[in-house]
């Protein structure tokens, strides 16, 4: 019986082609995305506050403790789906675009903000205030 080589099975082990960076490219995405849902956040804030300030009267039965609470589940499902820029995020860094990726990703960022925008505008709009002119 013929041993195998251990210096062949170890090379293929640790070839290049066989590992991807992805620990950098997730410290890349971390460090891109997530100081800029704080941005996010604040423009959520200011379209709401906006709202409560244009149509005081209408808007002060909802300080109450169930809407502040279905208003919490809002705030989760909109930094979800501020999550789901990873999914575009980290492909692209694994693939042959990243280096241009990089330079325009601020793109993504700022399509899903104004699309974030215009959903929460929407819902109030429609939900909250659907009388509002």
């Not at 460090?31 to 423009?43: A, C, Q, T």
Request: aromatic letters at 16%; glycine letters at 2%.
């Amino acid at each position: 019986m013929e041993a195998a080589h251990p210096a062949q099975s170890r090379s293929l082990a640790t070839s290049p082609t066989s590992r991807i960076p992805v620990r950098p490219i997730l410290t890349d995405a971390l460090r891109y995305w997530e100081p800029r849902r704080l941005f996010y956040n604040l423009v959520l804030l200011a379209a709401a506050l906006s709202w409560v300030a244009a149509t005081w009267p209408h808007f002060r039965p909802a300080l109450a403790l169930t809407p502040i609470l279905m208003l919490s589940v809002l705030l989760f499902l909109a930094n979800l789906c501020y999550s789901a820029a990873y999914l575009i995020d980290i492909p692209l860094q694994l693939s042959g675009l990243a280096t241009t990726w990089k330079r325009y990703r601020w793109i993504l960022w700022l399509l899903g903000t104004l699309f974030a925008l215009f959903v929460a505008n929407y819902w109030i709009a429609d939900e909250i205030y659907p009388d509002f002119r």
